[in-house]
Nanobody
Framework: QVQLVESGGGSVQTGESLRLSCAAS????????MGWFRQAPGKEREGVAA???????TYADSVKGRFTVSQDNAKNILYLQMNRVQPEDTAMYYC??????????????????????RGQGTQVTVSS
């Protein structure tokens, strides 16, 4: 079992930055896909970023160049640095984890919403 707890959400203005954190209850740096997805009212769930078992990050096109996913291996924390945020980034953001299996092909943003472990979410609201 892996418990995930997100923090860092809030209300910001367009163009500002925000950093989300996800604390894991156990070591997830080996053998797990980790990532972030978001859910906005009336919109489909969207995988935002993922990081594979080697620490390689990948991003959805909608956030590429603005968001950065990273891990603090010593503290079992996953981060999402959000720069130049836009109103369309407003959503509940969830951290998620899943065993990667024999390869890291599952560790991509499109799959993050299906991962078996997820937190309760943290709300991000961007106003113009």
């Amino acid at each position: 079992q892996v418990q995930l707890v997100e923090s860092g959400g809030g209300s910001v203005q367009t163009g500002e930055s925000l950093r989300l954190s996800c604390a894991a209850s156990r070591y997830t740096n080996s053998g797990y896909c980790m990532g972030w997805f978001r859910q906005a009212p009336g919109k489909e769930r969207e995988g935002v970023a993922a990081i594979d078992t080697r620490g390689k990050p990948t991003y959805a096109d909608s956030v590429k160049g603005r968001f950065t996913v990273s891990q603090d291996n010593a503290k079992n924390i996953l981060y999402l640095q959000m720069n130049r945020v836009q109103p369309e980034d407003t959503a509940m953001y969830y951290c998620a984890a899943e065993l990667a299996g024999p390869s890291s092909t599952y560790c991509t943003p499109v799959n993050v919403g299906d991962y078996g472990y997820r937190g309760q979410g943290t709300q991000v609201t961007v106003s113009s």
